[in-house]
């Protein structure tokens, strides 16, 4: 008791306090506080506040410029695609997500346009459109020319009467379509960076056809924008 008392009366009578660390440093054991105006990041493990970017994952680090959670997917349109009044895609530029109404749309409008990219919607739609269309005519032709059809020595069906119509109508489609169907190919092309000259490749039999089968189904590079004609 007289140790303790005597301490107190050499310090005026007070009790010893603990000493307290300068401002802005940490007690021992303790986290070091984040600076002004910031807000420290949360425990391992838990949510950050509402409104805040989540962190990156362990030993990953988020893109240059971009948090983690403004990453593009994969197949997704590149950053700052272009626009044009009220928000719409001007028709120089490609369509991403374009649906089968506004893709066969801009494939009539740019008849002969090779400038320029064109999304894989844009693409496969009119593909798609173009098949059911044959098939349709195809079945409609064969039914309507099986009254007065005749077979040949080889066995080949010659179609009556009925499917003359049809044969014009299946020239005229073909020959009116075969300009924008290499436009579109070229452009097509042009989204993946690549030269619209690879159309050539069709020439190849068989195998012509399936190299540019599998470069169509190819997302889009943003290197492919050198091919872009912008206009009014």
């Known amino acids: 008791m007289s140790d303790q008392n005597d301490g107190a009366d050499q310090r005026g009578g007070q009790p010893q306090q603990p000493q307290q660390p300068p401002y802005g440093q940490p007690s021992y054991g303790q986290p070091t506080p984040p600076p002004y105006g910031q807000q420290s990041p949360p425990p391992y493990g838990q949510q950050p506040p509402y409104g805040q970017p989540a962190p990156p994952p362990y030993g990953q680090q988020p893109g240059y410029g971009l948090p983690s959670y403004a990453q593009p997917s994969y197949g997704q349109p590149p950053q700052g695609s272009p626009s044009g009044p009220g928000g719409s895609v001007p028709l120089w530029a490609p369509l991403y997500g374009?649906?089968?109404?506004?893709?066969?749309?801009?494939?009539?409008?740019?008849?002969?346009?090779?400038?320029?990219?064109?999304?894989?919607?844009?693409?496969?739609?009119?593909?798609?459109?173009?098949?059911?269309?044959?098939?349709?005519?195809?079945?409609?032709?064969?039914?309507?020319?099986?009254?007065?059809?005749?077979?040949?020595?080889?066995?080949?069906?010659?179609?009556?009467?009925g499917f003359i119509p049809f044969g014009f109508v299946f020239a005229i489609l073909f020959f009116g379509t075969i300009v924008p169907f290499l436009s579109l190919g070229a452009r097509r092309l042009h989204d993946i960076d690549l030269s619209g000259w690879l159309l050539l490749i069709n020439l190849v039999p068989y195998l012509g056809g399936f190299v540019i089968f599998i470069l169509s189904l190819l997302g889009p590079k943003p290197g492919g924008a050198r091919f872009d004609r912008p206009r009014a």
């Open 98 to 161: 374009a649906g089968p109404v506004v893709a066969v749309k801009r494939f009539f409008l740019k008849y002969a346009d090779f400038t320029g990219r064109a999304s894989r919607s844009e693409y496969w739609w009119v593909v798609l459109a173009n098949t059911v269309l044959y098939f349709v005519l195809g079945i409609v032709g064969f039914l309507a020319g099986l009254p007065g059809s005749t077979t040949d020595y080889d066995g080949t069906l010659e179609p009556g009467p």
